[in-house]
């Protein structure tokens, strides 16, 4: 039997974890709900989330690849997740080493979700490759030139960010007007309500999205704003890196068309450059596997970007 590596996910949500065989099947996931208390009980979550995993294996384990919400530290070893207060400079990557014995690489979210998708998602073989996630938040990771791009801290390809309407609210990062805060789910539904669509308390960008399906004129529109915002953002990040093909994931994503129709109709509107046009822009594959397989390939990669 082949050895395997251990991945793991951490978000402000669930933490994740399991073991990965060189062609980027997962077996024994293991899940907790994240809690937000202080950074010790997220830390004995985490622990148990490893133990737990470590423990079914049948082989041996030679690595550890830990994806997590940043912004992260690669070069010193932590994450300070922006929707995980409780870690500030955390230091998983000594914890992780200490707690399994085994090396131990990390990486963001976003850069995970992006390797993952490349590696057995929909962007098998792309060379230059943007992943979004588009959910709560808006993150991102960058491959290029067929090699995951960390940037000098980890963080590149942080593309929530991106300023679209520099007059815009602020932004959970201290700034303003970044497409997080015109195109995650929770900013369209509040833009929605702004504009007259009559929601149950809670709804949410699932309810939207079933709103404009039966046809709700300010539903499709908060949508379409939406999505000219995303396009926007590709069209940038595409200019500076040259892309061949984005892949978007997350909660909004699942909307298919009702993003996906808008967003590829207003792409063409601002990828003016020959290098741009035609960039094919395609749902992501792998769900909510493709930061643990992310994951997985930083475990395999034996690298330390």
């Known amino acids: 039997m082949s050895d395997c590596v251990l991945a793991v996910d951490i978000g402000g949500t669930k933490i994740a974890a399991a073991l990965a065989d060189a ?30 995993t470590l423990g079914a294996a049948e082989t041996t384990v030679t690595a550890v690849g830990v994806g997590s919400a940043g ?8 994450v300070s997740p922006i929707n995980i207060p409780a870690w500030q400079r955390f230091p998983i990557v000594a914890r992780v080493a200490e707690c399994t014995g085994l090396p131990v690489w990390l990486g963001g979210d976003g850069l995970c979700m992006a390797m993952g998708e490349r590696w057995i998602g929909a962007g098998r073989g792309a060379s230059f490759l943007l992943g979004m996630v588009v959910s709560t938040g808006i993150g991102g990771g960058l491959v290029l030139d067929g090699a995951p791009y960390r940037g ?27 497409v997080e805060t015109v195109a995650s789910g929770p900013h369209l ?16 960008a699932r309810e939207l999205a079933e709103a404009a399906r039966l046809g709700d004129p300010v539903a499709l529109r908060a949508f379409t704003r939406g999505a000219d915002a995303l396009a926007a953002t590709i069209a940038s990040v595409a ?5 061949d093909l984005v892949v978007i994931g997350g909660g909004v994503a699942k909307s298919g068309d009702l993003l996906f129709g808008p967003l590829r109709a207003a792409l063409t509107r601002y990828a003016g450059l020959d ?5 094919q822009v395609v749902p992501a594959e792998l769900g909510g596997d493709a930061g643990l397989v992310g994951a997985a390939a930083l475990a395999y990669s034996g690298v330390h970007w």
């Open 23 to 52: 062609a980027g099947n997962l077996t024994h996931v293991t899940q907790r709900r994240t809690p937000h208390d202080d950074a010790e009980t997220l830390w004995d979550t985490v622990a148990s989330v490893l133990a737990d």
């Open 71 to 78: 912004p992260v530290d690669i070069p010193g070893g932590t």
């Open 152 to 178: 000098r801290t980890g963080n590149a390809g942080h593309v929530g960010h991106v300023v679209v309407d520099p007059g815009g609210g602020p932004c959970t990062c201290g700034g303003h007007g970044c």
């Open 189 to 204: 539904a509040r833009w929605a309500r702004t504009q007259g669509w009559q929601a149950p308390s809670g709804a949410d």
């Open 239 to 243: 200019a500076v890196c040259d892309l």
């Open 275 to 279: 290098f741009i046009r035609g960039l």
